[in-house]
């Protein structure tokens, strides 16, 4: 070890939650606080000898960081970091750069969809060699060392200058600095039919890809308009800002509402997409029809052979607890195993390693493939241009096949977003509380079949994760999912998650909070949300 030792700490709350440890950008870029999680990190997964790679989406003190954290690195022991240009890269390119390099880790500098700026939040994820990011036992044994130290060791050299590719020493650790769209952008092309997409665009096809002011800018320029021919301006919001532009880079309905406009008004292009801070998120709009993400899965699924690099057809889909059941019918008409994994990225690791599953995906805008270990937001709109491209169909047709084909599953997320811990924690326990009462119980027309905490027993290595998410199944298909945000910076968000899966072609036009009507109204007479919160009505309907 080298460098100094600086005593601070410990800090209290910094358990990482759903994806990596989250706070205001004013708390991590604080005294010590980066510092002292960073130090948990290395301490807890064994720095010395390794290599790492480091980069995140742009947001305010990101770069600062970099430079706290190589210094870290270097007084820890690290071999070796590899580091994308200016500190950036995106979440499924940092995984795709430790599986190329064989990387032991990675450390990702992102909040995510969170709002970024000094205002904003900030956050650190570590990820494991499979690029993934580390599952519950790693992330346990981090918070265990947050709250055992005493301070932590950084080196008094400055770090090398990120805005330069190539190596550079900071003491005895090689730091490479490397581009970081060129890797990911080879690995896009070796997966999708570029050839076709390309003759699409050529053809007059149209679209636009939101990049929000955050990561995928750079990416999406180079592959949709340098690489497919995509006019110049198809990709908006295309240069990282610091503080994402004051955008809220959450690619959906409501936070996108600029490019989901456009799709639904008079001069929509063909295609819509948008992705999120740190780029593993999409969302898809088709002209005058917009992709629910659980749908997103299932078509993708179902599609999916039509691309060069999943031609040998899919291994098996996993989806997590709360997203839609419509991936699992079309498992079921392939063959293949369907798994429902708790929300979060980390769950899916252990399926793909273990080649259990080709896709998986989440309700919050997030699909992928055992191509890396994250989800990601430009492989999800690259594979539904190779399905455009190859079938020649629009998007309304594509889903319009589906739901003849497998039905459609009428599905939203309804947020409750910051309210006060207590009522949010009440409506939790009483539902919680009234779940072994449940079954049998008559509502509206319909009664309850299950009710449960949703718990996980990992198939590959035996773990288990309990109270994962209440949920309520009814006798006519349909069902809810309550549970609380991990990835907020404020209060408390709750989170209900509803589903109703109709056959009936007669349904399939249906306005999607038409046709749930019933199981929205259920869910609030069992759950007892707008009494509890004295929120009318949800802030964000997804
Ligand atoms: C949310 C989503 C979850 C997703 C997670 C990280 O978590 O619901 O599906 O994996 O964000 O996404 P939560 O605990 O707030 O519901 V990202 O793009 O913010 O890394
Ligand atoms: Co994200």
New binding site residues.
Partial sequence: MTGTFITAGPFEGQKPGT?GLRKKTAQFSAPHYLECFIQATLTAVGAKGKTLVLGGDGRAFGREAAAIILRMAAANGVAKVIVGRDALLS?PAASHLIRLHGADGGIIL?A??NPGGMDGDFGVKYNIANGGPAPESVTAEIHAETLRLSGYRISATAAPDLTQEGSHRLDDMLVEVVNPVADYAALMESLFDFKAIRAMFAAGFTMKFDAMCAVTGPYAVEILERRLGAAPGTVMNATPLPDFGGMHPDPNPTWAADLYGLLMGPDAPDFGAAS??????NMVVGRGIYVNPSDSLAVLAANAHLAPGYAGGLKGIARSMPTSTAADRVAKALGIEAHETPTGWKFFGNLLDAGRITLCGEESFGTGSDHVRE?DGLWAVLLWLNILAVTGRSVRELMEDHWQRFGRTFYSRHDYEALPVAPAEAVMAGLRQSLSGLPGTVVGDTSVTLADDFAYHDPVDGSESRSQGLRVVFANGARFVLRLSGTGTEGATLRLYLEQHSDSPADFARDPQEALSAVIAAADQLAKITSLTGRPAADVVT
């Avoid at 999120?276 to 998120?281: A, E, K, S, V, W």
């Fill in positions: 994806s979440t992102s995510s969809h999120d801070g740190d780029g593993d998120r989800k």
